[in-house]
Structure formats: structure tokens, C-alpha cells
Nanobody
Framework: QVQLQESGPGLVKPSQTLSLTCTVSGGSITTNYYAWNWIRQPPGKGLEWMGM???????YYSPSLKSRTSISRDTSKNQLSLQLSSVTPEDTAVYYC???????????????WGQGTQVTVSS
């Protein structure tokens, strides 16, 4: 059973960079055709897809966040990472990592999810 676990600071100051890590167990992030995603949910709002890194290292980003977002991976640690720069209080959200195999899967059809981690942007 594949398990995902997000980790990182729960509090980030405005204008700083938010950095999160997702550790994957029970499966490899290089397994064919899987895409590893970062998704967030601000309070009172729906899920927002931020970007993903594929099994072979290709990255794709939401156009609205592309200028501030970077997703990378460490295959030796079976981890993926998210960096979001120049954060504001509007970036306060629960951040999730999630995996999907099908390229056409919508968020509600993703195969595996982490439990999520709350990140608050405040001075």
C-alpha cells in the first residue's frame, strides 16, 4: 500500500518561501506512468491543483502559480518537494501531495493521498 506523508513548517512569514516535502513509502516515485502532485485547499475553498512531477521527472504547473512554484524530487529518498516563493496570507491552506496513474484522472480520482499539512502565512 502506497503511503504519502507531507512535512514542513506550519508557519511561514509573508514574502518568504514555503518549502514542503512529501515522503512516499510502499512504492517508488519512478514507477511507470505515475504523476506526483501538490494540491492545496485554502480555508472555506475547494481543492486547487498546484503542479506535478512525473515518474520520469517532467514537471507541470498551474498557470496561476507557475511563476512562484517549483517541484522537485529526490529519487534516492523517494521524496518530492514543493517550494512556493513570495507567499502571502492568501497562500494559507492545507497542502496535500497525491499520486495518480491515469493522465486524465481528475482530483477526485487520484489514487493515493497524504493526510495533508496545514501551512499558515502570517507575520
Amino acid at each position: 500500500q502506497v503511503q504519502l506523508q507531507e512535512s514542513g513548517p506550519g508557519l511561514v512569514k509573508p514574502s518568504q518561501t514555503l518549502s514542503l516535502t512529501c515522503t512516499v513509502s510502499g512504492g517508488s516515485i519512478t514507477t511507470n506512468y505515475y504523476a506526483w502532485n501538490w494540491i492545496r485547499q485554502p480555508p472555506g475553498k475547494g481543492l486547487e491543483w498546484m503542479g506535478m512531477i512525473t515518474y520520469d521527472g517532467r514537471t507541470y504547473y498551474s498557470p496561476s502559480l507557475k511563476s512562484r512554484t517549483s517541484i522537485s524530487r529526490d529519487t534516492s529518498k523517494n521524496q518530492l518537494s514543493l517550494q512556493l516563493s513570495s507567499v502571502t496570507p492568501e497562500d494559507t491552506a492545507v497542502y496535500y501531495c497525491a499520486a495518480k496513474r491515469s493522465p486524465i484522472a481528475s482530483i477526485d480520482q487520484y489514487d493515493y493521498w497524504g493526510q495533508g499539512t496545514q501551512v499558515t502565512v502570517s507575520s
